[in-house]
């Protein structure tokens, strides 16, 4: 049976920094493509940092230079570094994973509150 579980969310201050964390079981991460996405109350989900199977990035313009996605296969994980976050950040953040796009497997979400 596959599983996400996500960990790191919390209650951060304006500017402050958070570190999610995604650890993998019953798939071996670094045959998969990883994202992290966020929904806000009352908005639609979407997608923040994505990592390829062979390390490229991509985000979305609003964390371009805050977030920085990045995995450790050997503990079967992916990180999603977030700094000077903003109150607009605050939302639950899922993770994902998939050979091929849309994904497959998801996490069940972890929390992420920024107080201004």
């Known amino acids: 049976q596959v599983q996400l579980v996500e960990s790191g969310g919390g209650l951060v201050q304006a500017g402050g920094s958070l570190t999610l964390s995604c650890a993998a079981s019953g798939i071996v991460f670094s045959n998969n493509n990883v994202a992290w996405y966020r929904q806000a109350p009352e908005k639609q989900r979407e997608l923040v940092a994505y990592?390829?199977?062979?390390?490229?990035?991509n985000y979305v313009a609003s964390v371009k230079g805050r977030f920085t996605i990045s995995r450790d296969n050997a503990k079967n994980t992916v990180y999603l570094q977030m700094n000077s976050l903003k109150a607009e950040d605050t939302a639950v953040y899922f993770c994902a994973a998939a050979r091929i796009w849309p994904p497959r497997y998801w996490g069940q979400g972890t929390q992420v509150t920024v107080s201004s």
């Open positions: 990592i390829t199977t062979n390390g490229s990035t």
